[in-house]
Structure formats: structure tokens, C-alpha cells
């Protein structure tokens, strides 16, 4: 393995992105524009931001775009130098005192706010019980969590601390997506500690100032996007996703709603550490990182799920490239669709090879921003999914999310509000224990334990893939050891002991034996006995008899729905016959086929069916001709005739896949599948 394929293989998906944007443009001689702070004082917005103001301008009391999380402080927190911090954190980065208004056209526009000092009053908990405490910690998690913005007002960002002892605080936070990506949160955690330290102990700022703010990157985005750079983007996405797919059809538990939700759910990930160090050894030898790796399998296991061959996912890039824009607390965040185009022959080794490809390219193209992207794509539009992209992945490594200041910890840990804007996310994290995360999916279309089983398809698929990544990956198991062992042996093991062989006809005589007053069949205001559904049926077998009908004579049975319809079924076993049901619906050409290929010779059918067939050969029996008299005696049952081994009917298939073939049945096979829904959970008819 060469030293480049090497160093790709230990990159992490914001290194590879910077690398293969470096080597895209050192490829076509140009140099990254710098970006300079601004001279205009209209501050338009950024793309990603222009489209989240865009969204919640049609839901302003939705708190889809709040982005709220956590620091947990232990040890003895100096709540004025906590206030002290914030304060100068909003003065350092200008989002977090920005106003969003819109002009006389109604376009959108931020306005900077002088700076204000931030205020806390901790809400004291220390005389509840720990249960009272989770109680209350949970209330107000929620409360700000889901409280809307009012952009025009501001501020973009919420607080609030809560005291659980001397020693432990929690200060929820919650930003509007407006300012803040995943990134910013990191930054803002960061930085708070930084200033908390410096006025603990009265020293210089150890921050650097800001050469820009966000609203530098927004102006420079829109001005070098009209340039040729711009150009050269589009160029290469509209190659790229010439003719992509809509929707990507994962099955789902649920029709899909004209209108999404956006409600969601998580199920917890755990991938563990020594599969984590397989995949990321396997990744080393094929040159790729532990991203690709892991992009690889979750499309063969969308392929698996859908049967399409051709594949969009998306995922998340920090789109820091420029070291100005690395410190800012901003929603810069880009979104890169990763389209595989496959074939089912493919090894695994061969389509993570296809993916690598794919995600290098991508990477050296990652600053048109997805907005742009979807307005020149112009896709179907549709309020019921998310437009181009439905199933996004993000495999991060472990972020710094613990700071340490003298004697104080802070521990950042994000919220979740229980909404989701895709159908399908997978998002793990590369931790010391491994990969861990988690599978948010759209409570609209999935239910949880779907999302239980394709979590183990996943995490099987993986361990299989390392195991033969030569094996086609259509054939790459999925299924758990308990799915296998479910499938395999649990759910065929449906043999029944009967206590002889019996036919169909002779378990319902017993029945009669047992209870001849009670109701057999009811249709609309008409019943019958047992006792009376036996005579009936008896006499028809004996005229049947009459007519030469005897072991597996196939008899044609064509009635409506009706008693008619059973008495015709025990009537035919009864003589010994088979009967080969006729539906009426039928085209004739059909019922035709089936006689003649059936070789049937005798005809069971009701007065108003008889002109469906033409005279000929086969004997016809109206069965409203055959009820007997009131005062007739019963007719006697008919013994020995066939065994439990003989013919019980013979159904036609649809022909959908070519000329209808007829499938013979047995008594026996009858009786065994009756006998397994009596005994086996949640099959019995009843």
C-alpha cells in the first residue's frame, strides 16, 4: 500500500475533506480567495442561513431549528465570573447578539445588536430529592428546548442554570440553527472556559481576535460563488446528479404522509470496540477511511432494504476550509450527497472502492451549498419527504467536549428535541469504547422495532463484510444469529402430531358427532346446523357417486359466496373428489383454461353461473337443486373412500409469470396447517 492511500486511510471526514480540496485546487492553479471583513454595512445572509430564516418564517412557533444542549459544571461555580464569560462571549462573536428583520422587498437581514451583560439566576435545587431533581432538570430541559425564537428580537440564544449542589450545575443552553452548527457548539463550550479561567485568574484574554465575522463569510459566499469558481461548482454537481432518483423507497411500516411531521425518534448505537478496530484495520489495508468504510456497508444495506441500484446519501461537512472561518460561531455546515451507482455482482471490496472515488470527488467540490444545489437541481418537490435527500450518515471522531478550568469541569452534551427532518440518519461517533450513536428515523414511517432489526442487519452486515469482503453484496448475510435461528428453526418448525391420519371431511364429522344442534355457518340472515350442513353435503356426495366422481375426481366448484359455498366444498371431499375452485369474476377464457387443463368432468356451480359455460361434456349440478325435502332422512355418512394421502383441491396460480399452473393439495397438508393454528401463538384463527 502506497504512503498516500495510507495517510487518506487515518484521515478523519473534516481532514479528508480538507485535503482533497487542497489537492482540487493545487489540480486546476487556483488559491483559496481570502475572505475580508466587510466595508458594506447591509449584511445579507448566508445561503444556509437564508434558508433556515425561509423556514421558519412558515413555521415561527415550531422549535424544529432550536438547537438546544447542555454543560454540565461540577465543582464551586463563581456564578458572576459564569455571567462575566457569556457576556464576553456575545461580544466576541456577533451572531449571538443578531436580529434577523427583512427590508421593504422582504428580504431578509441581519442586524448586529450592541452588546449587552448577560444575566443569570440560577434556579435552586438543592432541596428536592435526586428524583425531584431529574424531574425538574427534565421540565425545564423541555421547557427551553422548545420555546420558539423571535428572530426579529433576539437574541438567537437562551440560557438558563440550575443548581443541583454546591459542587454541580447544569446550564442549559438553547441556540436558534440560525447561528450555530455542530462545529459552533464545540466553539462556544471552548471559549466559554477559556474566558472563565482568564477573569478567575485576572489574566490576559488567551483568545486571539476574530479577523471576520459571520456576516464577512456571508457577503464573501455570495460574491465567490458568482465567480468562475461558482461556475466550475455547478458544473461539476449537475454531471454528478444528472437523473438522480426523487425518493429513495425504503420499505416502511407506515403509508407516508402527504405532509411530514417531523417527528422522530433515536435508537441507541453501539458498534463496540474490537469491531471498531477491525473496521478501521480493514480500512488501513484498502487505503479508505473509517467513514468510507462504514458509507460502504450502510448503502449495501439500503440496497438490501430498497432493491435500488442507484444510491444518494448525504453527510454533513464542516466546511471550515479557510482558517478564518475554523474559531467562528456560525451555521456553515454543508451538506455533500454522496451518490454509488451499483450493480448487484459487485463485492464489497469492490463497491467500497467505487465509494472512495465518490467521496474524494465529492470532498474536492464541497462549497456549493446544498440550498443552491436543490434550487439548480430543481427536483420533485413534495411536503412529504425532505427534497433530493432522505437518509443522511455523519461518523465524527470523538470531539474535546470536556474542559477543565482549575477545579472546574465542563462537559458539553447536546439535547434532543424529538424531531427529525429526514426518513432515515445514521450518526456515530468515534469514541474509545468505539463507534457509538445512534439511528434517528422518522416516527411517521417506522416503528421502533424495525429500526431494532436494522440495526442488528447493520451491524451483522458489517462483521460479515470484513469477514469475506469479496462476497457479493447481495449475498452478505444480515440476518442476526436469532433472526437465523427464528427463521430457520422456530418458525418452521410448524409439524403437528396428529393422532391418525384424517381428511378434512372426517374432522368435521367428528365435529357433528360432537355438537349437531349448534351453528355451523352463518351467511347474512341464512344458517346452518352442524347436523343440517352434514345432510346436505352427504347428499350431494352421494349424487357426485352417482355421476362416477371418486378418489381425486377433480370436480369444478363455481359459487358465489354463500351456505351453498360449503356444503359444495364438504359435498366434493365427502364423494372423494378434489375441487378446483372457479371464481365467477374470472374472465371465461380463464374459467375455460382451467377446466379443459384440469381435465374436469363434472361441474358444481348455481343456476345464474350455468351460461358462463357452454354445453358441453362436463356434467353441471345446480346446488339449489339439490337441497333435500324437509321430511327426507338424513343421508348417511360415506366411509373409506380416500385417505388423509389423497387430493383435497387443486388452486390455479395467477399466471402473472406465465400459464396458470394448477398446485395439488393433500388432505394431510390441510390438516397439519389447521392443526399448528390451533397450538401455536398468535396463528389461531380465533
Known amino acids: 500500500m502506497d504512503n498516500l492511500a495510507n495517510r487518506i486511510a487515518n484521515l478523519s471526514p473534516e481532514q479528508l475533506a480538507q485535503v482533497t480540496q487542497r489537492l482540487q485546487q493545487k489540480r486546476q492553479g487556483q488559491s483559496t480567495i481570502e475572505i475580508q471583513p466587510r466595508s458594506n454595512p447591509t449584511f445579507s445572509l448566508s ?77 435552586d435545587l438543592q432541596s428536592l430529592s435526586s428524583e425531584k431533581q431529574q424531574k ?54 471552548q471559549e466559554l472556559t477559556a474566558f472563565y479561567e482568564t477573569f478567575q485568574n485576572q489574566s490576559l484574554p488567551p483568545l486571539s481576535p476574530l479577523k471576520i465575522q459571520s456576516v464577512d463569510y456571508a457577503a464573501w459566499q455570495r460574491q465567490w460563488l458568482q465567480g468562475e469558481a461558482g461556475d466550475r461548482l455547478r458544473r461539476y454537481w449537475l454531471k454528478q446528479l444528472q437523473d438522480v432518483p426523487t425518493l429513495l423507497e425504503l420499505p416502511t411500516d407506515y403509508p407516508r404522509p402527504p405532509v411530514q411531521s417531523l417527528q422522530g425518534a433515536r435508537y441507541p448505537l453501539h458498534l463496540g470496540r474490537s469491531l471498531t478496530q477491525l473496521l478501521k484495520q480493514f480500512g488501513q489495508s484498502e487505503g ?42 456560525d451555521v456553515l455546515m454543508n451538506t455533500l450527497p454522496l451518490r454509488t451507482q451499483l450493480q448487484e455482482d459487485w463485492t464489497f471490496r469492490t463497491l467500497l472502492h467505487r465509494v472512495r472515488d465518490v467521496v474524494i470527488e465529492a470532498n474536492a467540490h464541497p462549497n456549493l451549498p446544498f440550498e443552491k444545489l436543490v434550487e439548480i437541481l430543481q427536483p420533485a418537490r413534495s411536503r412529504s419527504y425532505a427534497p433530493l435527500l432522505q437518509v443522511m450518515l455523519s461518523v465524527q471522531t470523538s470531539p474535546l467536549d470536556r474542559h477543565t478550568c482549575g477545579n472546574l469541569t465542563l462537559k458539553l452534551e447536546p439535547l434532543y428535541t424529538g424531531s427529525t427532518q429526514f426518513d432515515l440518519v445514521l450518526n456515530l461517533l468515534d469514541t474509545a469504547e468505539g ?37 457479493q453484496i447481495a449475498q452478505i448475510p444480515l440476518l442476526t444469529r436469532l433472526e437465523q435461528k427464528q427463521q430457520l428453526q422456530k418458525w418452521n418448525n410448524t409439524a403437528a402430531a396428529l393422532p391418525e391420519p384424517q381428511c378434512i371431511h372426517q374432522l368435521f364429522e367428528q365435529q357433528v358427532e360432537r355438537t349437531p344442534d349448534a351453528v355451523a355457518v352463518v351467511f347474512e340472515a341464512t344458517q346452518l ?38 356444503v359444495g366444498v364438504l359435498g366434493i371431499l365427502k364423494a372423494g373428489g378434489a375441487y378446483v375452485p372457479l371464481d365467477p369474476s ?101
Open 47 to 123: 445561503f444556509a442561513q437564508q434558508r433556515i430564516w425561509f423556514l421558519h418564517q412558515l413555521q415561527p412557533e415550531s422549535p424544529l431549528y432550536n438547537v438546544p444542549a447542555s454543560i454540565q459544571i461540577v465543582g464551586p461555580l463563581d456564578v458572576a465570573l459564569l455571567e462575566q464569560s457569556l457576556t464576553a462571549l456575545c461580544h466576541r462573536h456577533e451572531p449571538l447578539r443578531t436580529v434577523f428583520i427583512t427590508n421593504s422587498a422582504g428580504e431578509p437581514l441581519q442586524v448586529i445588536q450592541p452588546g449587552q451583560s448577560w444575566s443569570l439566576a440560577p434556579i
Open 136 to 189: 425538574t432538570i427534565s421540565q425545564q430541559a423541555i421547557a427551553i428546548a422548545t420555546t420558539p425564537f423571535n428572530l426579529t428580537q433576539g437574541p438567537p440564544l437562551r440560557t438558563a442554570l440550575l443548581r443541583l449542589n454546591a459542587d454541580h450545575h447544569i446550564l442549559l443552553l438553547c441556540f436558534h440553527h440560525i447561528i450555530v452548527d455542530g462545529w459552533a457548539l464545540g466553539i462556544f463550550v
Open 288 to 329: 479508505v477511511t473509517l467513514f468510507i468504510t462504514v458509507l460502504t456497508a450502510f448503502k449495501v444495506l439500503l440496497y438490501r432494504y430498497t432493491g435500488q441500484t442507484d444510491l444518494l446519501v448525504g453527510t454533513p461537512v464542516a466546511n471550515r476550509h479557510q482558517v478564518a472561518t475554523e474559531r467562528l460561531i
Open 435 to 471: 463507534l457509538e450513536g445512534w439511528l434517528e428515523y422518522s416516527t411517521d414511517l417506522f416503528a421502533p422495532e424495525t429500526i431494532h432489526r436494522m440495526a442488528g442487519h447493520l451491524q451483522t452486515l458489517l462483521e460479515n463484510s470484513l469477514v469475506a469482503p469479496d462476497c
Open 529 to 566: 346446523s352442524y347436523q343440517a350442513l352434514n345432510t346436505r353435503a352427504n347428499q350431494l356426495a352421494q349424487h357426485l357417486q352417482s355421476l362416477g366422481v371418486g378418489a381425486e375426481t377433480l370436480v369444478g366448484l363455481c359459487v358465489e359466496r354463500s351456505l351453498e359455498m360449503i
Open 586 to 686: 374470472y374472465p371465461r377464457e380463464r374459467l375455460r383454461f382451467m377446466l379443459q387443463d384440469a381435465q374436469v368432468s363434472v361441474l358444481v356451480t348455481q343456476t345464474q353461473f350455468l351460461e358462463i359455460f357452454p354445453q358441453s361434456e362436463i356434467r353441471r349440478i345446480c346446488l339449489e337443486q339439490e337441497q333435500p325435502a324437509p321430511a327426507q332422512a338424513p343421508a348417511a355418512n360415506i366411509q373409506g373412500v380416500v385417505t388423509a394421502h389423497n387430493l383435497a383441491y387443486v388452486i390455479y396460480t395467477s399466471g402473472s409469470t406465465g400459464t396458470p399452473k394448477g398446485v395439488q393439495i393433500q388432505h394431510q397438508s390441510v390438516v397439519n396447517f389447521l392443526t399448528a393454528m390451533q397450538t401455536a401463538p398468535g396463528l389461531s384463527p380465533t
